[in-house]
């Protein structure tokens, strides 16, 4: 009955606040990615918003991530979502300093050691090599980089930017070996995700791209095969 | 099946981010409060985290409240909270600006406004009769009053600062009439909830006073006969 | 938030206890129905098992049918099934009298009219011609006829037994011509439903077709494009 | 997060299908029995109806039986509740062959063991002395010994028919003195549960007398006491 673990290449889905992916649309974005994790071998994963993860989680098999917590305990911090209460929902990992909810350098490093406490994996955003290389020495289990001008346009960062993404890796790599690095922003398709890994990222952020897809399930298939066509 | 409206005096218990009110706790307080509710006639709300919201309003009759929504809409907003998701959740209401997640008066303006356009009730947070009397232009149903220095010190506002309480409710009727006013802080006997109905509020709201009791049921009912021998 | 109505031509997975369609392989049998009805307009609608209601309900948009209720009432009960449960839990509808779960004529006519009483729509199964001519004048809003021999067997109804369709069909509108006729038994393809529908039956009833096919979706798209070819 | 154990002396409550204990009633009721736990250091469970035992066991920390399991298994079952259904739900236990549910001794036997295979504790309700010995044969955890014809009258068996539970413990302890026994019908006082105990009783199944309470906290709170009386 336990959620499954997260492996790499880890396509990961950001659902944002969409329509699409509130409530039984949550659901459906998930039991749709969990399928093509089914037929394709890839791991998928998802973020849904704080109001879904319990009912995402008691859905679905696949590893449900939160898209912020707070850096904050269990306490007088009415409106905030201290990491203990994702863990209750069900939630194995959350994002953190998403460029649509960025964090100082300081909250960034609170949050990863308070999400580390409750054993949570931290997937830390960054907007740009320099920034990825500050949330680095935090030692988040994943970097994610993001430039945001790409974010939602369709534009692939491994396209526009590939020094980005190449950059990042390297970047990050150098000062920790261990953080794994995902790249977002812009990718919708399956030739995105192989030109990120070709880039050396190992997995992606994305969003409206499936959320907002006429047929999400195909997309998640053909992302899925592009992580296939360079990871095997 | 549906949840039940809110009535006046009421007295909302905010779960904030305590331990002792996460997941199968949250559910406990809710079923106490309900049990209150049904002992004594008054009315009980509850406002949990954002995580528990959806399994809180499945689980009792009485409402249930956000502790926070963001005035964004469904979209691009990752990690946010729109209204509409607490809607879809269950949610009747949401608490707005609590002085442990203030807001501007703009954000506020704008988050009573989307709370409004979905149909939630909003309840905004004031610290002081000057910030009351200026979030009453915007109209919200409800405005709850509470100096942040006496919150969690079990010294109740309506006994420490009387004059926040009967000035805020004048200042504020004065405004706009058809506004309810709630007071808060300090808040955890029976005496306290008369005393704040007496200086004109129409209800309290309170946290630790409930939530970290040694026995809860035993202070939602003397709450909630505190609050009958002063309306009744 | 609600659930959709059905609509015919109707196709009704019916999970049995299936392990592949328990917990959380219930929402995802619901998901990919869902899903095939979106793609293909076709209506869909499942029946999970009585532990697993609920939690579909929630998750999904498709009707939700109960495998079985009792012809009883709220009370004293225990370790029955009235109708008032399965609405609370989110249902539209019940299978009355499946050939694994048969009811003797009176019980089937108590839960018909029991099912009414709460605003269930009645699915009763028939075995036979026979069997659908008796259970016809409780006037069921649907009657599906699965010979018991065929169920499982991967031989469609429609293609072994023709005459129990047709005949059944025509003995039924006889009777009542307002009582919808689904068949079952089977089938597993888009032209068993194809061959139903030409026929006279205005939909189907499987279930291990689907529940344990190795690609699902696959097999509710062939499902739904055999009915589309008839029907439009 | 995970359910508590069961501890002895037991007080498990049996729902039946009672509306007061459906759906959100189902909840309610739970919580209360938790409470009562909680002020008293006993054990109560509870056993809600099918469509509720994942709501319930999502909800509270005590243990949750299902009131009635088929000896069958996951497959061409429909309409039945198989034991890893309730497993998957999150129960810990099942009743068997309740008065109101009754299973020939051969059902029994089966039942039982498959409630074993899946981990679950079987509770066998006998209506007799004779039936008790019976069933004692299939080593069950727990025999609960229920004269039918006082159920729901008030009339405690501890009362009416000491001799039907000071025998059954006999006979029972007898052949198998790891066996747990329960007594049942009329429960609704403290001092019910003191007398079951002083007879040999090592807790009592009840339902209407908490169910359907005009305060049901009041009542649990009274047969907890009535335990300690004795138990300490």
Chains 1, 2, 3, 4 share one sequence.
């Not at 490093?109 to 920034?131: F, Q």
């Not at 994943?142 to 390297?170: C, F, H, K, M, N």
């Not at 899925?224 to 360079?230: I, N, S």
Request: aromatic share 4%; proline share 6%; hydrophobic share 45%.
């Amino acid at each position: 009955m336990a959620q499954s673990k997260i492996r790499f290449p880890l396509i990961l889905i950001n659902y944002k606040t969409f329509r699409e992916a509130t409530g039984r649309g949550a659901v459906r974005i998930a039991s749709l990615a969990e399928e093509a994790s089914r037929k394709t071998g890839v791991c998928f994963a998802v973020a849904p918003q704080a109001t879904d993860l319990r009912l995402v989680a008691m859905s679905v098999e696949i590893p449900v991530f939160s898209q912020h917590v707070d850096p904050v305990g269990q306490g007088q911090f009415t409106g905030h979502i201290p990491p203990e209460a994702v863990v209750d929902a069900g939630c194995v990992g959350t994002l953190i300093s998403h460029s649509e909810r960025p964090l100082g350098l300081e909250a960034i490093e609170a949050t990863v050691r308070r999400a580390r406490e409750v054993g949570l994996i931290p997937v830390v955003c960054a907007d740009s090599v320099w920034k990825a290389e500050a949330v680095a020495s935090f030692k988040p289990d994943v970097i994610a980089i993001e430039p945001p001008e790409l974010i939602g346009t369709g534009i692939p960062v491994s396209r526009a930017r590939p020094e980005v993404v190449s950059g990042g890796v390297q970047a990050i790599k150098g000062l920790e070996k261990d953080i794994r690095v995902l790249c977002g922003a812009g990718i919708s398709k399956g030739e995105d995700v192989s030109a990120a890994l070709r880039l050396g990222a190992e997995g992606v952020l994305l969003a409206s791209g499936v959320v907002r897809a006429a047929d999400p399930l195909r997309v998640l298939l053909e992302l899925a095969e592009g992580a296939k066509a360079v990871s095997s």
